[in-house]
């Protein structure tokens, strides 16, 4: 994945994701700045070699394949929590030693002795300067084959199995930029050394955020806000407490932007596709009066993007179909990541599995969760419920009455101001900071666990 924006010259960092699924590649894409614009993807680069890179496709195609069959009885629940084992994240509590390495870890570290990533460290290694990673395992290489800069980090859930952590914790050079307080907690569980562990908070969207002041953020949440709380109840209960943190101006100017809008964004591997157009079909009524605008977002599958739109011909809705009904086709990754952060610019609530997009309740985004898959995404799901910016789906065939419902009573508003307040927003910006040696102008972050 690359972005042609920048110059390569502007480069002050490696910035490497993996791009199996979207959650490690969404968040190496909001640090891009550090990198001139572009991202590595470690299995699937320019010069990658050939084994490295059927190594990485083996192990893609096979997480993608089970995730999509956990939808079948039986069959599909068994071999997805048969994977979903290696990838356990074991109980916080009691506090206990949670440095011993399991199987997964060690088969990690086979793969690496073995030369597993040593071609990309090298690359790297060629214009040494700082190596910030999304995942693990390109972090564990640097470490192993000795790169001689520095190695960051950078977690993208709320709690992290102990794959995350080296083999060796107490002895590597990784540095960690964690997601959230319980993911600093988890680490050092793990064994790392609490003096390479920074809580930086998940690195969003600069486009959504606007700089330190969060200019572009509150703009965007005045604006979602009139849309989220048509009867002003929300309003009348907190109207001194918004008009401190967003100022008067915005509170007694804002009109909302766009219609009342909702977005669903499917998975990588594509496994919760019907329930988009179990929203739909709900929704088909209030979306031919215009009383609802709803974004189906394929991801850059084209067989997701065909899917839905012969969804919404069968709806009866053709003639809302890029209006009122939007389904966009993204032809990469890059583009799919820009689109998207666009798209939400005029979203209010973003209803998808509790993956990394949970921490984007920080923008002011309410977040209906859809049944989380893998034990990450447990974590994540309990996370959003503790901030109190997200809540889980009702029954999505009976859409239409209950989410107008939460909307009437003033709960949907509530719980995009609970996401911006209680939810980490700039940890972009402090990861920045942090990897280039800079002195940070934001506050400390408290210890959410």
């Given at each position: 994945?690359?972005?042609?924006?920048?110059?390569?010259?502007?480069?002050?960092?490696?910035?490497?994701?993996?791009?199996?699924?979207?959650?490690?590649?969404?968040?190496?894409?909001?640090?891009?700045?550090?990198?001139?614009?572009?991202?590595?993807?470690?299995?699937?680069?320019?010069?990658?070699?050939?084994?490295?890179?059927?190594?990485?496709?083996?192990?893609?195609?096979?997480?993608?394949?089970?995730?999509?069959?956990?939808p079948?009885?039986?069959?599909?629940?068994?071999?997805?929590?048969?994977?979903?084992?290696?990838?356990?994240?074991?109980?916080?509590?009691?506090?206990?030693?949670?440095?011993?390495?399991?199987?997964?870890l060690?088969?990690?570290?086979?793969?690496?002795?073995?030369?597993?990533?040593?071609?990309?460290?090298?690359?790297?290694?060629?214009?040494?300067?700082?190596?910030?990673?999304?995942?693990?395992?390109?972090?564990?290489?640097?470490?192993?084959?000795?790169?001689?800069?520095?190695?960051?980090?950078?977690?993208?859930?709320a709690?992290?199995?102990?794959?995350?952590?080296?083999?060796n914790?107490?002895?590597?050079?990784?540095?960690?930029?964690?997601?959230?307080?319980?993911?600093?907690?988890?680490?050092?569980?793990?064994?790392?050394?609490?003096?390479q562990?920074?809580?930086?908070?998940?690195?969003?969207p600069k486009?959504?955020?606007?700089?330190?002041?969060?200019?572009?953020?509150?703009?965007?949440?005045?604006?979602?806000?009139?849309?989220?709380?048509?009867?002003?109840?929300?309003?009348?209960?907190?109207?001194?407490?918004?008009?401190?943190?967003?100022?008067?101006?915005?509170?007694?100017?804002?009109?909302?932007?766009?219609?009342?809008?909702?977005?669903?964004?499917?998975?990588?591997?594509?496994?919760?596709?019907?329930?988009?157009?179990?929203?739909?079909?709900s929704?088909?009524?209030r979306?031919?009066?215009?009383?609802?605008?709803?974004?189906?977002?394929?991801?850059?599958?084209?067989?997701?993007?065909?899917?839905?739109?012969?969804?919404?011909?069968?709806?009866?809705l053709?003639?809302?179909?890029?209006?009122?009904?939007?389904?966009?086709?993204?032809?990469?990754?890059?583009?799919?990541?820009?689109?998207?952060?666009?798209?939400l610019?005029?979203?209010?609530?973003?209803?998808?599995?509790?993956?990394?997009?949970?921490?984007?309740?920080?923008?002011?985004?309410?977040?209906?969760?859809?049944?989380?898959?893998?034990?990450?995404?447990?974590?994540?799901?309990?996370?959003?419920?503790?901030?109190?910016?997200?809540?889980?789906?009702?029954?999505?065939?009976?859409?239409?009455?209950?989410?107008?419902?939460?909307?009437?009573?003033?709960?949907?508003?509530?719980?995009?101001?609970?996401?911006?307040?209680?939810?980490?927003?700039?940890?972009?910006?402090?990861?920045?900071?942090?990897v280039?040696?800079?002195?940070?102008?934001?506050?400390?972050?408290?210890?959410?666990?």
């Amino acid at each position: 994945m690359a972005s042609h924006s920048h110059k390569p010259s502007e480069r002050k960092a490696w910035v490497i994701d993996v791009n199996m699924g979207y959650g490690h590649s969404r968040a190496a894409y909001a640090l891009k700045d550090l990198s001139g614009g572009e991202v590595i993807s470690a299995n699937d680069y320019r010069g990658i070699p050939a084994e490295d890179k059927k190594l990485w496709r083996e192990s893609r195609e096979w997480y993608e394949a089970i995730s999509r069959m956990k939808p079948i009885p039986v069959v599909g629940n068994f071999l997805f929590e048969a994977m979903d084992y290696w990838q356990q994240i074991p109980q916080f509590y009691p506090r206990r030693d949670l440095s011993k390495p399991n199987m997964q870890l060690k088969q990690i570290y086979r793969m690496i002795k073995k030369g597993l990533g040593k071609h990309l460290v090298q690359t790297c290694s060629e214009h040494p300067m700082p190596f910030v990673t999304t995942f693990f395992i390109p972090a564990f290489a640097a470490d192993y084959h000795d790169y001689p800069g520095d190695i960051w980090c950078v977690t993208t859930d709320a709690d992290i199995s102990r794959t995350w952590a080296p083999l060796n914790p107490h002895q590597s050079r990784i540095r960690y930029l964690a997601s959230n307080g319980r993911v600093v907690e988890r680490l050092k569980l793990y064994g790392v050394r609490e003096e390479q562990i920074y809580l930086t908070g998940f690195p969003l969207p600069k486009e959504l955020i606007g700089g330190p002041q969060s200019t572009v953020m509150k703009d965007l949440l005045a604006s979602r806000l009139c849309n989220l709380d048509p009867h002003d109840i929300f309003y009348s209960r907190y109207q001194r407490t918004l008009k401190a943190e967003l100022g008067p101006l915005r509170c007694q100017q804002s009109k909302a932007s766009h219609p009342l809008t909702l977005t669903y964004s499917v998975g990588g591997a594509g496994a919760q596709r019907v329930l988009g157009v179990n929203i739909l079909n709900s929704l088909r009524a209030r979306i031919a009066r215009h009383e609802i605008r709803l974004n189906l977002i394929p991801g850059i599958r084209p067989d997701m993007v065909r899917y839905y739109t012969r969804a919404v011909h069968e709806a009866g809705l053709k003639k809302e179909l890029g209006s009122w009904v939007c389904v966009p086709k993204f032809e990469n990754r890059a583009a799919y990541f820009s689109g998207f952060n666009e798209i939400l610019k005029t979203t209010d609530i973003l209803w998808t599995k509790p993956s990394e997009l949970s921490f984007y309740c920080g923008l002011g985004i309410a977040v209906i969760m859809a049944p989380p898959i893998g034990s990450q995404e447990e974590f994540n799901r309990v996370w959003l419920g503790y901030v109190g910016g997200g809540v889980s789906q009702n029954d999505p065939r009976f859409t239409s009455e209950w989410l107008f419902d939460w909307i009437h009573s003033g709960g949907v508003a509530r719980m995009a101001w609970n996401g911006y307040i209680e939810a980490p927003t700039h940890g972009t910006y402090r990861i920045e900071d942090l990897v280039l040696g800079r002195e940070s102008e934001l506050h400390s972050l408290p210890l959410i666990v």
